[in-house]
């Protein structure tokens, strides 16, 4: 069984977000991943991401393809709408949603299989479509379903747990979306949910997709010594270069004047995200420098996380296809057929 | 044979050099004489530079299939020459441009051959490379005019139509037709014994191609979300669409679009779009052809099993692999009647001709909302590229599209629970919510197992009662898709079954054998699942003729696996070449047969 209901448990003393939904009215079914597995700290992430930003949970889709990453849409939200589709093609879906319906917020899970391997080329034009959605790599180097085969994140050198070397270079989700222009970057870790939280309100907030590469370690087949995708490795490689802070439209925005490191980025929805550089030079704003940073660490074999990089002046699919700002889902029929007399004058051109 | 508004032509060029728009506007100009007409664009799978054939047949009593035998041919390419007067039939005649001296290979005993120099003459009145290229198409549809009897008032009138607003090209093109006119007349008798005399049998009909039809089709269904891959021969169909919608679904004050158009990185997207939209709630289609199919299985097999509705046109092209891309088959029934793995069956659809095309692209649509799963709409290269005449499309104003059962919010209310695959009203189809709904309409689709209520299942009966529903559902669609066309003639023993756009040449050779005494009845199936009269047709026929396009006989087997009709009472004839059909393949096959007669 990969979802078993939770029992119903009522607390009386739980906070209620704006729209009086506790934190428990956004979670989902019991998770039947491994204990201590890092995508459990990712759904419980994204239900604190979601009970903060007071979503409705039917107007939100989550979107997923096949894996153990996938298999957790059924353990957040349940009051939301799901798509569980094919093993790598979630982008392609979560398009044709978009494209029919963008008023939803969308929400795709994927994992480093499903997104590097098998669906490397539906992630890369979704992308440069840049559909409206919030992209997360629940990344941990290899197939955890099919017990510990190397995935195409695992980094050259990384030790199976059968003890076998990689030897073929990894894809960086992070770097391939800065080169495919995505407009938003970031990269946490399933561990540091401080950080996490604030990236995944972003990039829900954010106008395109917004892709986070959260490093989340597979305690069953990837978290020994020897794996560059443990809790061990990740905690004591990481750099955060910069750390987001997501203000909603809602709240006063008070910037310490004083602060000069903090940038402001305005959300196409009116929320701001304030980014903080722990590096005194670091740009956010900056595709280069932003790239540039990654391969540096990657050099001295540091994980780069925080947001990375952001562009909100970016336009997403809907802005490239000119279409209604109406969902096309509620654009009347009459408007949508041209109707007999169109037809009978259009048949001229036939004769 | 052949005679007055009853003959066909054929002119063999090389591609890329402009002769698609002479021979467009020689039928064209057949057609607004009033006289059925018929074009077969027989080209390579090139840009430039390989063989290129067009056929022409003019048919007083309106048949509309590939002519079996020419009567003219106009060789204008040196590397086909040998085989184009081997086409030739006995007694016809050959047209080439006799700026060269005749080539050995086009000297034949028996036809009459006729030489005009089309190159001189238009390397005397034009200048430079390409409009002397060009125009030399149009001095042999010049030619073709005085030849066959065209009449040059309408020539004339649809040169001005094309190029009115350009007054150089409107010039060059005028002088070029004259050009070909007058040194044919000055030259030869004209008009030839077989030509061409004005009627009034094409006025309620119009020059179509199917993919055209099918883009209007999803036009008028509503159709909002198109994702595609290019593709020969659907290419077109999306093409038409997009220039469809900037004409009609524009929005006149902001110039946004009602619609979408998405080109997906491949086929596979394509369906995945495709898929994603339909649950949604647009009306969404993809248009692919034969490799794309392929390339669609598992998508397809999610949206069987999870019921979403999507709409596929397959305009199917010569397969295996690659295979002949710019040549027709009808080789994919089976690959979409049973596509994807596991136990899945779908609807598809078989139109005939392009005016079928776009009744039954509007079908499609309201099939795959109603039944909430994928449906097919099996067009071929012949009845997707090649113009055909056909009766004027008709759209009623009354039509909405069939939604098929969506819960709203308000329905939700009614509902204790909502169960997405309950089969509530026990036709196999349970209701369905979209997404952004509130209350109790949240569900999770998912490809992996699932009970009545969406959840996950490994449980056999769980799993089980979910397919069975499916099984249901595709039995009720058999009761409601298109019945098929069927011909009674009295006195027939014979059965003709056949499918698609074999239509028109078997129809021709039912007359044809009739006209030998031999009665056949005719059935064109229209659609899969088979419903009841199919099984009646075949059921009264002691002796059948299953007639399609492809080498395995897939319409046969389809019709063995799911009426269990025996297989010896049906007599295949396959023609697969790749070359659309002809009457003549029909009528021999069965003229051959030693069971044929009985009486």
Redesign the interface.
């Known amino acids: 069984?990969?979802?078993i209901a939770k029992p119903p448990v009522r607390h009386p003393g739980s906070r209620t977000n704006g729209r009086g939904l506790t934190l428990r009215d956004y979670e989902g079914a019991m998770s039947t991943l491994c204990a201590g597995c890092g995508h459990d700290s990712v759904t419980a992430a994204l239900v604190q991401t979601a009970w903060e930003l007071e979503l409705?949970?039917?107007?939100a889709?989550k979107m997923s393809g096949i894996g153990c990453s996938s298999k957790t849409?059924?353990y957040f939200m349940?009051?939301?709408?799901?798509?569980?589709?094919?093993h790598g093609?979630m982008?392609?879906?979560?398009?044709?949603?978009?494209?029919?319906?963008r008023?939803?917020t969308y929400i795709g899970i994927s994992g480093d299989g499903d997104s590097l391997s098998i669906g490397l080329?539906?992630l890369?034009?979704a992308i440069r479509?840049n559909v409206n959605m919030l992209y997360v790599i629940e990344n941990n180097g290899v197939y955890g379903l099919t017990k510990g085969q190397f995935s195409a994140s695992a980094d050259i050198g990384s030790t199976s747990k059968k003890g076998e070397s990689n030897e073929q270079a990894p894809i960086d989700p992070v770097l391939l979306a800065l080169t495919l222009g995505a407009t938003f970057v970031a990269r946490s870790f399933s561990g540091d949910k401080k950080q996490l939280v604030p990236i995944l309100k972003a990039g829900m907030a954010h106008n395109g997709l917004a892709l986070v590469d959260v490093i989340s370690p597979c305690v069953s087949f990837n978290d020994h010594e020897g794996s560059t995708k443990s809790y061990a490795f990740t905690r004591e490689h990481e750099v955060e270069a910069v750390h987001a802070d997501f203000v909603p439209l809602q709240r006063e925005i008070t910037v310490p004047e004083s602060d000069a490191a903090v940038r402001v980025v305005t959300m196409h929805d009116g929320a701001t995200v304030r980014l903080r550089s722990t590096a005194s030079d670091y740009d956010p704003t900056n595709r280069e420098s932003a790239y540039a940073h990654v391969r540096d660490c990657q050099s001295r074999h540091e994980i780069a996380t925080g947001l990375l990089f952001v562009d909100e002046s970016g336009k997403d699919m809907?802005a490239m296809?000119?279409?209604?700002?109406t969902p096309?889902?509620d654009?009347p029929?009459e408007?949508?057929?041209?109707?007999?007399a169109?037809?009978?004058k259009?048949?001229q051109r036939?004769? | 044979m052949s005679g007055i508004n009853d003959f066909a032509f054929k002119i063999g060029t090389v591609n890329g050099t402009g002769s698609a728009s002479a021979n467009g506007l020689l039928m064209q100009a057949i057609?607004?004489m009033g006289i059925p007409v018929t074009g077969k664009n027989i080209f390579p799978s090139n840009i430039q530079g390989l063989p290129t054939w067009y056929e022409i047949r003019v048919s007083k009593d309106g048949y509309t299939a590939r002519p079996a035998a020419v009567d003219l041919v106009v060789a204008l390419n040196p590397s086909t020459y040998a085989r184009d007067v081997a086409t030739v039939r006995p007694g016809g005649y050959l047209l080439y441009d006799s700026t060269w001296p005749l080539d050995p290979d086009l000297v034949r005993e028996g036809i009459t051959i006729l030489g005009i120099p089309f190159g001189q003459l238009c390397v005397d009145a034009f200048e430079g490379d390409r409009d002397r290229t060009l125009l030399r198409n149009i001095a042999y549809a010049g030619s073709l005019a005085a030849l066959l009897g065209i009449d040059m008032e309408i020539v004339g009138a649809m040169l001005t139509e094309k190029y009115g607003k350009k007054p150089k090209l409107l010039e060059s093109n005028h002088k070029a037709i004259r050009l070909g006119f007058d040194y044919a007349h000055t030259h030869y008798t004209c008009p030839l014994p077989f030509h061409l005399e004005t009627m009034d049998a094409t006025r309620d009909?119009?020059?179509?191609d199917g993919n055209?039809a099918c883009a209007?089709g999803a036009?008028?269904?509503?159709a909002?979300?198109g994702?595609w891959y290019p593709i020969t021969p659907a290419t077109a169909l999306m093409e038409a669409f997009k220039a469809f919608c900037e004409k009609?679904?524009v929005?006149p004050e902001?110039?946004?679009?009602?619609?979408?158009?998405?080109q997906?990185?491949?086929e596979?997207?394509?369906?995945?779009?495709?898929?994603?939209?339909?649950?949604?709630?647009?009306r969404?289609f993809t248009n692919t052809s034969g490799p794309g199919i392929s390339l669609m299985q598992?998508?397809i097999g999610?949206a069987y099993y999870t019921d979403i509705p999507a709409v596929f046109f397959d305009v199917q092209r010569c397969g295996p692999a690659t295979g002949m891309p710019t040549r027709t088959q009808q080789a994919d029934l089976l690959s979409l009647a049973y596509a994807s793995h596991g136990d899945t069956k779908h609807l598809v659809l078989f139109p005939a001709n392009p005016h079928e095309a776009f009744e039954m692209a509007v079908t499609s649509f309201d099939l795959a909302e109603r039944f909430q799963t994928p449906v097919f709409v099996a067009s071929d290269l012949d009845i997707g590229m090649n113009d055909w005449m056909v009766k004027?499309?008709?759209?009623?104003?009354t039509?909405?599209?069939d939604r098929g059962k969506v819960l709203d919010a308000t329905a939700l209310e009614q509902v204790q629970r909502f169960s997405r695959y309950l089969d509530v009203d026990g036709d196999g189809i349970a209701a369905r919510t979209?997404?952004?709904?509130?209350?109790k309409?949240?569900?999770?689709?998912?490809?992996?197992g699932h009970d009545k209520h969406a959840?996950?299942t490994?449980d056999s009966d769980a799993y089980q009662e979910v397919v069975d529903r499916l099984t249901r559902k595709f039995a009720h669609a058999a009761t409601v898709m298109p019945r098929p066309e069927i011909l009674v003639q009295d006195g027939a023993d014979i059965g003709l079954v056949t499918i698609g756009g074999c239509d028109a040449a078997v129809r021709e050779a039912a007359d044809i054998l009739r006209a030998q005494g031999i009665i056949v009845d005719v059935m064109r199936i229209r659609a899969f699942p088979f419903g009841v009269e199919v099984r009646d047709f075949l059921g009264t026929h002691e002796r059948m003729f299953v007639i399609e396009q492809n080498r395995d006989a897939q319409l046969k087997s389809l019709l063995t696996i799911e009426l269990g009709v025996a297989p010896a009472s049906l007599t295949s004839i396959l023609d697969y070449g790749g070359m659309p059909l002809t009457a003549q393949v029909v009528v021999g096959a069965v003229t051959a047969h030693p069971a044929r007669v009985t009486a």
Request: charged share 15%; proline share 4%.
């Open positions: 069984m990969t979802s409705e949970p039917h107007r889709a849409t059924a349940k009051q939301s709408h799901g798509f569980n589709s094919v093609r982008p392609s879906v979560t398009s044709g949603a978009s494209a029919a319906n008023n939803l080329g539906q890369s034009h479509r809907h296809m000119r279409t209604v700002p096309l889902v654009v029929y408007k949508l057929c041209p109707g007999k169109a037809l009978d259009l048949m036939y004769r | 057609f607004r009909s119009i020059l179509m055209t209007l036009l008028y269904a509503g909002t979300v994702a009609f679904r929005d902001t110039g946004l679009h009602n619609y979408a158009i998405l997906a990185e491949d596979i997207a394509a369906a995945g779009i495709v898929i994603g939209a339909g649950w949604a709630g647009a969404a598992e998508f999610l004027r499309l008709e759209w009623d104003d039509y909405r599209p979209l997404p952004g709904v509130g209350g309409g949240a569900y999770f689709v998912r490809g992996s959840a996950y490994e």
